[in-house]
């Protein structure tokens, strides 16, 4: 069955960085695009960043820019976020996402907590 499991949250000063990761398994890795989400207490879940299958085209929320770098390996079924200059607003649980294909079904990570403090 599908998985992915994210790692690399953890707790980071106003203007540090963290790399997170997310390890997909049960489905062919560099036929689908992924994605990273984030929801932050009280908000709703907001997209981040994506990442093609067969390109690599990359794809960022506006306010993540020049900060935050998706990258993906389809050898090892891995896609990571790398985010620098980090602020107190990206404290939120970050979410890895297989994106819809076709009639393919999306799928979600648990999800990472990243916390900043100011």
């Known amino acids: 069955q599908v998985q992915l499991v994210e790692s690399g949250g953890g707790l980071v000063q106003a203007g540090g960085s963290l790399r997170l990761s997310c390890a997909a398994s049960g489905f062919t890795f560099s036929s689908y695009d992924m994605g990273w989400y984030r929801q932050a207490p009280g908000k709703e879940r907001e997209f981040v960043a994506r990442?093609?299958?067969?390109?690599?085209?990359?794809y960022y929320a506006d306010s993540m820019k020049g900060r935050f770098t998706i990258s993906r390996d389809n050898a090892k079924g891995t896609v990571c976020l790398q985010m620098n200059n980090l602020k107190s607003e990206d404290t939120a649980i970050y979410y890895c996402?297989?994106?819809?294909?076709?009639?393919?079904?999306?799928?979600w990570g648990q999800g990472t907590q990243v916390t900043v403090s100011s």
């Open positions: 996402k297989r994106e819809r294909r076709f009639i393919s079904s999306e799928y």
């Open positions: 990442i093609s299958g067969s390109t690599g085209q990359t």
